[in-house]
């Protein structure tokens, strides 16, 4: 019998399948930084970290041309995998890990299109051991997935809407959907200090992610909230002061188009693990419990 995973709510991976998904991604992974290969990336990456991974290996590669041979291997440990049933397509799944870099949890989201593609790592968060939520499963053990477009059903926030509403408050300050954090408050502290210096001043632009490459994904949490996995742009100008020069680092100078004989744009892509409470949770704001970013591009003018 013919299982139609565009038309049936199945489970989106085979628990067979998803550990052969998480060594081939750790494989290629170690293959790509050993070679310093950014076309590797693309082959068990999407999304976000597709773009951070490839910017990470172009930069390494133009500074260091050999490769790295002696790159120690990533190793992924402990697997929980967090399944969802799902109807059509795209399918995603989350593979909890042991790392042997530190005592987190380094969580993975697999997603793909079609049955006959393979499955990517779209996003990556690490998260301590406290930090990762129990999850909601069905009478089967499968996680409940969250419907990441339409009405919030039962959410404090709409996960289609959070990077929306992110990029909105690190440009303006407004809004009360996020908790006050490192990835929050502390962002927008932090650039006020260097909105104007002696040196320099400095402008920031920081828009919603879009597209299918970028879409959120979501698991319900036993309290009836929800992780979310989001993406966001943004990109940074710093333009110097007369008598002053940029002085990018090596990484930066790798990336970068143009001359900085003035100004330097770095382009971000950031990925994030969030807390969504329900809707009628006593504190209703997104709580950050991990964000990695990473500068995709550089313009030197």
Same mark, same amino acid.
């Given at each position: ?29 170690? @293959?790509?930084?050993? =070679?310093?290969?950014?076309?590797? !990336?693309?082959?068990? =990456? ?8 490839? %910017? ?11 490769g790295n041979p002696g790159f120690p291997a990533l190793e ?32 993975? *989201? ?6 006959? =593609?393979?499955? @990517?790592?779209?996003?990556?968060? /690490?998260?301590?051991?406290?930090? *990762? ?6 009478? &089967? ?10 009405? %919030?059903?039962?959410?404090? *926030? ?28 502390? /962002? ?10 002696? @040196? ?5 632009? &920081? ?21 979310v996995f989001f993406s966001s742009h943004h990109r940074q ?23 900085? @004989? ?16 329900? =809707? &009628?949770? !006593? ?6 419990l991990n964000r990695l970013e990473g500068v995709t591009a550089?313009?030197?003018?």
């Amino acid at each position: 019998m013919t299982v139609h995973g565009e038309r049936e709510n199945i489970p989106s991976v085979d628990r067979a399948e998803a550990p052969e998904a998480l060594k081939r991604f750790t494989d290629t992974y170690n @293959k790509a930084y050993r =070679e310093l290969d950014p076309s590797l !990336a693309g082959q068990v =990456e999407t999304g976000p970290l597709e773009a951070m991974t490839t %910017a990470d290996l172009k930069a390494q590669h133009a500074n260091k041309p050999e490769g790295n041979p002696g790159f120690p291997a990533l190793e992924l440990t402990g697997a929980r995998y967090r399944i969802p049933k799902q109807v059509g397509w795209p399918k995603f799944f989350v593979a909890d890990t042991d790392s042997n870099r530190d005592d987190n949890r380094w969580l993975f *989201v697999f997603t793909r299109a079609g049955a006959d =593609e393979p499955w @990517k790592a779209a996003y990556l968060s /690490i998260l301590s051991q406290d930090e *990762v939520p129990d999850l909601a499963t069905d009478k &089967d053990g499968w996680a409940r997935p969250v419907a990441v477009r339409g009405p %919030a059903r039962e959410l404090a *926030v709409r996960p289609d809407r959070l990077s929306a509403e992110y990029t909105d408050y690190l440009m303006t300050g407004k809004g009360g959907t996020f908790a006050d954090g490192q990835a929050t408050s502390s /962002i927008r502290a932090t650039r006020k200090k260097f909105l104007r210096t002696p @040196k320099f001043w400095t402008e920031y632009i &920081d828009t919603p992610a879009q597209g299918g490459r970028y879409a959120p994904v979501g698991l319900r949490t036993q309290d009836g909230g929800a992780l979310v996995f989001f993406s966001s742009h943004h990109r940074q100008k710093q333009t110097m002061a007369k008598g002053f020069r940029p002085n990018p680092d090596a990484q930066i100078k790798a990336l970068m188009t143009g001359e900085a @004989k003035k100004s330097v744009t770095l382009t971000r892509i950031s990925e994030a693990a969030v807390r969504v409470p329900a =809707e &009628d949770a !006593a504190d209703p704001k997104v709580v950050f419990l991990n964000r990695l970013e990473g500068v995709t591009a550089a313009k030197g003018e």
